[in-house]
């Protein structure tokens, strides 16, 4: 018998067909990156599934607010003031409690803070590019921040990527971990976008557009953006390196 308490229903099996594919020529580096042989599925090792895991206590005031903590309060960054939030849920659609969730995206410019990025748009002397949060007993996150401008990339003649957010999502220890990104609603560039276009089925795609939410939007302050995180199951969000959820 199952106790009607506990009892979620049937397991939701994994939809691997889902997950973008690992060659595709739009995609010109997926040709030397796809692998070529069948992949392996190999069990987990006790110190992926138990450790190392991250320091609770190491997030800092600001580390979720992108517009601040790279100047630690000191000066703002320049750009459209955004609020990026959401949940992150299991397949069942309960909270995922205190997760550790990470984020990282060029400036309002365009342009990423690292030495390989040679983009022409300039540096923001006052964003960083990144933070990090810790998900609430409801598994809620937020992130105030800057709308990322477009960027050129060298894939065929003329190619740009969307305005996006990359996301990173813990579980129990860093052997645990997801990746995936954002893209905000009415961006014309999603369609355009090589990388975007691995993921073939259309609505898998959409659940990776965030769509403007005005209930959380401030006046004269910042627009809003909801971007739930949901891990396997029938609404699962796609992550780069894995076909399935945490």
């Given at each position: 018998m199952t106790d009607p308490a506990t009892d979620l229903g049937p397991l939701i099996p994994r939809n691997r067909a889902v997950h973008p594919v690992p060659y595709d020529p739009g995609y010109k580096t997926s040709m030397t990156r796809?692998?070529?042989?069948?992949?392996?599925?190999?069990e987990s090792t006790p110190s992926e599934e138990t450790g190392p895991r991250f320091g609770h206590g190491l997030l800092a005031e600001l580390d979720n607010n992108l517009i601040l903590n790279w100047t630690k309060g000191k000066a703002a960054a320049v750009g459209e003031r955004i609020l990026v939030h959401g949940r992150v849920l299991d397949e069942n659609n309960r909270p995922v409690p205190h997760t550790l969730v990470e984020v990282w995206q060029a400036n309002a410019g365009g342009?990423?803070?690292h030495i390989k990025d040679t983009y022409f748009a300039p540096l923001d002397p006052n964003f960083g590019g990144c933070g990090r949060t810790i998900t609430d007993e409801q598994g809620y996150y937020e992130f105030l921040t800057i709308r990322p401008g477009a960027y050129p990339w060298p894939n065929r003649a003329n190619d740009w990527r969307p305005s996006h957010i990359h996301f990173s999502v813990f579980?129990?220890?860093f052997g645990q971990r997801l990746i995936s990104q954002l893209y905000f609603q009415g961006d014309p560039l999603i369609d355009m976008c090589p990388i975007a276009a691995t993921v073939k089925d259309r609505g898998q795609l959409d659940q990776l557009v965030a769509p403007l939410d005005m209930t959380k939007a401030r006046p004269m302050d910042f627009l809003a953006y909801k971007f739930d995180i949901v891990l396997r199951g029938r609404r699962q969000t796609m992550f780069e390196n894995r076909p399935e959820g945490m």
């Open positions: 796809s692998p070529n042989l069948p992949l392996l599925s190999m342009r990423y803070r579980g129990h220890s």
